[in-house]
Every structure is written in structure tokens, then in C-alpha cells.
């Protein structure tokens, strides 16, 4: 690959598959950009994710719907689904479920899947606070419906960064 990244790529990403010839295998390749000074820096895919959530920041969730999601949400360096997993003070989880979903819901059920709160399309490698749209699981008809109440804003050292 040469050239600028895409533009719509996450954390400086770019992902190659090749397949050798010789050892009849498939090899993915990490290609990270280093943060200052350009060019390519090659890694293997662990490396690679252990870079990319270092550098995830924590999440402040505010839902007037279901408020005992709200709260900060700290990232605990481990992923699940490939993507950064982020936990409250009071055990719940803000994570990415196998549909490429961001889900909010109770730390014991992160790994079937389940929550009360979902982002309404797939996530596509963005991170929480760039979703537009979320959905909330109603108790009377267990269907999810959107809530415009939802927001997941970035927490810097500074402060929530809303956008």
C-alpha cells in the first residue's frame, strides 16, 4: 500500500491478507503509522491491538431512559470482538457484541451478547462516541427501539468532549 491512509480508517489501520506460496498459508499483516514522523511501521495483529486500546479513552454514557447505565466507563485494555472493552463502577459493560454492535448492559452477560442498550447499526470499527444512534431494550415488548436520550461522550484529561 502506498499513499495516505483512508480516510475512513480507524486508529491507523490497515490491514493486508497474502497468501505464500510456499507454506500454502494465509498471512495477515498489520501496517500501523506511527504518530509522528510517517512512513509504515509493520507489527503482528497482537502488538497491533495491544497499541490500539492503550490509546482508547474512557466513556461517559448518560441515558435518562435507563439511568443506572449512566456513568463512566473505564477502558480495561482487554478486548472483546476485537474492539476495546469499557466497565463501570457499577458492573456493567460497554462493549462490542459478535454483530459489530456496541452494547451496554451487565458485566455477566458480555459474553452471550446481551444488554439494554445497543447501538442501532453496526459499528464498523468506530468507537462509541462517534455512534449517532442507539437503541434501548423495552421490558413490556422486548423489542429494541431508538432513544434519543442515549449519548456516549469521550472523556479526556480534560473533561467529556461532546461532539
Known amino acids: 500500500f502506498d499513499g495516505d491512509l483512508p480516510v475512513n480508517c480507524n486508529y491507523f489501520e490497515y490491514f493486508t491478507t ?14 500501523v503509522r506511527r504518530p509522528l514522523g510517517g512512513g509504515w511501521e509493520h507489527s503482528s495483529t497482537k502488538d497491533f491491538f495491544s497499541w490500539k486500546t492503550s490509546r482508547t479513552k474512557n466513556y461517559l454514557v448518560h441515558s435518562t431512559t435507563i439511568p443506572f447505565l449512566s456513568g463512566e466507563y473505564v477502558n480495561t485494555n482487554q478486548l472483546h470482538n476485537g474492539m476495546p472493552v469499557f466497565l463501570s463502577s457499577v458492573g456493567y459493560a460497554l462493549y462490542s457484541d459478535p454483530h459489530s454492535r456496541w452494547k451496554i448492559g451487565a458485566t455477566d452477560y458480555v459474553s452471550q451478547g446481551l444488554g ?37 461522550n469521550e472523556m479526556t484529561e480534560h473533561g467529556v468532549l461532546f461532539e
Not at 497474502?18 to 501496517?31: D, L, Q
Not at 439494554?116 to 455512534?131: A, D, R, T, Y
Open 18 to 31: 497474502r497468501f505464500s506460496e510456499s507454506s500454502k498459508k494465509s498471512k495477515t499483516a498489520v501496517m
Open 116 to 152: 439494554l442498550i445497543k447501538s442501532e447499526w453496526p459499528h464498523s470499527g468506530k468507537m462509541p462516541h462517534q455512534i449517532v444512534t442507539w437503541q434501548i431494550l423495552t421490558p413490556d415488548t422486548e423489542m429494541w427501539v431508538r432513544d434519543v436520550s442515549i449519548a456516549v
